[in-house]
């Protein structure tokens, strides 16, 4: 499984941003699909994940409210759309996806085994 993350860029705070995650190769629409971000001298966090149907979602409390996950079986992507966007939100983003179906524990990045190259989003004015 092939993960490219896309959609970061620059946003003033209060602003959007969509991340979408495009996943090639085999077996997308039978596994979880998490969020995570790392900033600058900080270990990489979970944002969000979402399980196999989109029947389930996960966020961290510190985006709850604001961020929502989606997925599109049909396309094999999967969304973060961000709302009211701060600069502590300011980090690079990545997608992962582990080599079972489902995780223990959604956001521990131990649990992952296929992972994105990051796409950088950044909150400033």
């Known amino acids: 499984l092939q993960l490219v993350e896309s959609g970061g860029g620059l946003v003033q705070p209060g602003g959007s941003l969509r991340l979408s995650c495009a996943a090639s190769g085999h077996g997308f629409e039978y596994v979880m699909i998490a969020w995570f971000r790392q900033a600058p001298g900080k270990e990489r966090e979970g944002v969000s994940a979402i399980n196999r149907r989109g029947r389930r979602t996960y966020y961290s409390d510190s985006v709850k409210g604001r961020f929502t996950i989606s997925r599109d079986n049909t396309n094999n992507t999967v969304y973060l759309e961000m709302n009211s966007l701060k600069p502590e939100d300011t980090a690079v983003y990545y997608c992962?996806?582990?080599?079972?179906?489902?995780?223990?524990?959604?956001?521990?990045?131990?649990?992952?085994?296929?992972w994105g190259q990051g796409t950088q989003v950044t909150v400033s004015s």
């Open positions: 992962a996806a582990p080599d079972g179906m489902d995780v223990r524990r959604w956001d521990d990045i131990d649990e992952y085994d296929y």
